[in-house]
Each structure stands twice: as structure tokens, then as C-alpha cells.
């Protein structure tokens, strides 16, 4: 059963902008701290963001602080990753999962940044 769902990836020039989103169709977020990951080819995972079930608190990795911005709406089930200032070095395929990375992955979506 598909449980996670990212969109928004996609091709973008250095310095431009992305907004992804993760949804579900069968889970319910709101009791879950959420996180967005990304995973570079032939690296581990890495986490990227994390905000807290209520949305108080966020934190994002050194390398994307002041760039990335992870929001959530709990009414729509859904995790949004704003992603500003974007450089070729955030090529990689995002995923979205619970801060315990607890629920089975999806399939990412994959973000460019070339020119």
C-alpha cells in the first residue's frame, strides 16, 4: 500500500526555485513529526528538514539553513519543502518520511539543478 507520495521535482537552473510536496493517501500526519530526506547517487539518505506534528519547530541541515523551508498543513495531509537559492550541488532524488523515517518510502521525486 502506497503510503508516501512526492511531487514538485523537476529541472531548474542554478539559483532558481522549487516547492515540493508529500501527501498520502493513507496516512494521517498530524501525530507525526515529518521530515524531508534526499539521497545522492550511490550515498546513503540524508536528512534534510524536519518540523515538529504542530509545526513549532523546524530544522534543516547545515548545507541547506537559509535556502530550504519545510512546512506542513495538517487539514490536507500534506509536507511542503520550499526550496530557494538552489544550487547544483541539491541534485539529488527528495523523499519525504516521518522524522524516524518510520513509514514505507516512496518513490521520491527528483530535483535538477543545472544550467
Known amino acids: 500500500q502506497v503510503q508516501l507520495v512526492e511531487s514538485g521535482g523537476g529541472l531548474v537552473q542554478p539559483g532558481g526555485s522549487l516547492r515540493l510536496v508529500c501527501a498520502s493517501p493513507a496516512i494521517t500526519f498530524s501525530g507525526f513529526a515529518m521530515s524531508w530526506y534526499r539521497q545522492f547517487p550511490g550515498k546513503e539518505r540524508e536528512l534534510v528538514a524536519t518540523i515538529t506534528n504542530a509545526g513549532g519547530v523546524r530544522t534543516y541541515a547545515d548545507s541547506v539553513k537559509g535556502r530550504f523551508t519545510i512546512s506542513r498543513d495538517n487539514g490536507k495531509d500534506t509536507v511542503y519543502l520550499q526550496m530557494d537559492n538552489l544550487k547544483p550541488e541539491d541534485t539529488a532524488v527528495y523523499y519525504c518520511?516521518?522524522?524516524?523515517?518510520?513509514?514505507?518510502w516512496g518513490r521520491g521525486t527528483s530535483v535538477t539543478v543545472s544550467s
Open positions: 518520511n516521518t522524522n524516524h523515517a518510520g513509514l514505507q
